[in-house]
C-alpha cells in the first residue's frame, strides 16, 4: 500500500499570482507538439512549414480549452450549468473533457484544411503523432493535482488518496493513462508514422488506441460522484470512447482501400 505524495498544486506563488502545475503541463503538452512537429516537418515532408505548424498548435489551444470545456458542461454536468450558465465560464474551478477537446482540434484542424485547401485527413495524419505525449503531460498534472483517482484495490501499488476523504487504497488510475494513453499511445503510432501510410490510418491508429486504452483504464477508475455509471455499468468515459474505436476501425479499413487517396490530376 502506498499513500499519495503530498504535492502542492501551485509550483510558483508570486504575490496574488499562482502559477499551477496543472497549468504548466498543459504549456509542456503544447510545447512537446510543437517539438516534435519541427522534426516530422523535417525529417517526413508533408507540405507544411513551421508557420503552419505554429498556426495549428495556436489554434489548437483554443480548440481544447473551449471543446474540453463546453464537452464538459454538455456531457457531464449539462443541468447544472444550465441552471448556473455563467459559471461555464469559471475555468479555475475546473471541469474540461478530453473528447470535447478532441472535437475541437478537430474543428480547428477543418478549418485549417480548408483554409490550406488541403484535405482533413492529411492534416490529422501530421497532427496525431504529436497528441499523445501532451495527453501524458495532462494525466501527470491530474496526479499532482491528486483528482480523477481510481477504484478501491488490493493491489500492492494501490494509493491512498486524502482528497478521496478516506483511507481506502485506490488504483492510481491518473498513472496508468499517462503510461497507455500518453507513452504507449506515442510509441505506437510514432512508430507507425514512421514509414509512408495510405492518408488517414494514423489518425485511425490514434483514435482506435486512445479509445481502447481509455476504456479499459475506465474500469479502474472511479466514477465522478454526480454521474455514476450512466449505462449498463460503463462510465461516460467508455461510452464516449466507443464511437472513437468503431470510427477509427472504419477509416483504417476505407483507407487500406484507398478511399482517401489525391484524385490523380
Same mark, same amino acid.
Given at each position: 500500500m ?6 502542492d ?7 496574488p499570482i499562482? /502559477? &499551477?502545475?496543472?497549468g ?17 516537418i523535417? &525529417?517526413h515532408?508533408c507540405?507544411?512549414?513551421l ?8 489554434? #489548437?489551444?483554443?480548440? +481544447? ?17 444550465l $441552471?448556473h450558465?455563467? $459559471?461555464v ?7 474540461? #473533457? ?5 472535437l475541437?482540434v ?7 484544411a ?5 484535405r *482533413?485527413?492529411? /492534416? $490529422?495524419d501530421f +497532427?496525431?503523432?504529436?497528441i499523445p505525449l ?5 494525466r ?13 484495490? #488490493? ?5 491512498i488518496? !486524502?482528497?478521496?476523504?478516506d483511507?481506502?487504497?485506490? &488504483?492510481p488510475s491518473?498513472?496508468?493513462e ?7 499511445l506515442f ?12 492518408t488517414?490510418?494514423? #489518425? ?5 488506441g486512445?479509445g481502447? *486504452?481509455?476504456?479499459?483504464?475506465? *474500469?479502474?477508475?472511479?466514477?465522478d460522484?454526480f454521474?455514476?455509471?450512466?449505462a449498463?455499468?460503463l ?7 466507443? !464511437?472513437?474505436?468503431i470510427i477509427g ?5 476505407q483507407a487500406?482501400?484507398?478511399w482517401f487517396?489525391a484524385?490523380?490530376?
Open positions: 502506498l499513500h499519495y505524495p503530498q504535492i498544486p501551485i509550483a510558483l506563488q508570486i504575490g499562482a /502559477i &499551477h502545475w496543472y504548466l503541463m498543459y504549456l509542456a503538452g503544447f510545447a512537446l507538439a510543437w517539438l516534435l512537429g519541427r522534426w516530422r523535417a &525529417h515532408p507540405g507544411l512549414t508557420r503552419d505548424l505554429e498556426d495549428i498548435i495556436f489554434y #489548437s489551444v483554443l480548440g +481544447v480549452v473551449i471543446g474540453g470545456r463546453l464537452g464538459y458542461v454538455l456531457f457531464y454536468k449539462f443541468d447544472d450549468y $441552471s450558465p455563467l $459559471s465560464l469559471y475555468l479555475w474551478q475546473g471541469g474540461m #473533457s478530453f473528447h470535447g477537446g478532441l475541437g478537430i474543428v480547428v484542424m477543418a478549418l485549417f480548408r483554409h490550406k485547401k488541403r *482533413f485527413l492529411e /492534416i $490529422s +497532427v496525431a503523432p504529436l501532451g495527453l501524458a503531460a495532462g501527470l498534472g491530474n496526479f499532482i493535482n491528486g483528482e480523477l483517482w481510481g477504484r478501491p484495490t #488490493s493491489l500492492p501499488w494501490g494509493m488518496f !486524502p482528497q478521496a476523504g483511507d481506502i487504497p485506490r &488504483h491518473q498513472l496508468y499517462l503510461g497507455l494513453e500518453g507513452l504507449v510509441a505506437l503510432i510514432w512508430w507507425f508514422a514512421r514509414k509512408p501510410r495510405p488517414g490510418q494514423i #489518425s485511425a491508429l490514434f483514435l482506435m486512445y481502447v *486504452f481509455r476504456f479499459l483504464v475506465e *474500469f479502474t477508475r472511479e466514477p460522484a454521474l455514476g455509471l450512466p449498463g455499468g462510465s461516460m468515459g467508455q461510452l464516449l470512447s466507443l !464511437p472513437m474505436i476501425a472504419l477509416i483504417y479499413r487500406a482501400k484507398g487517396r484524385p490523380k490530376q
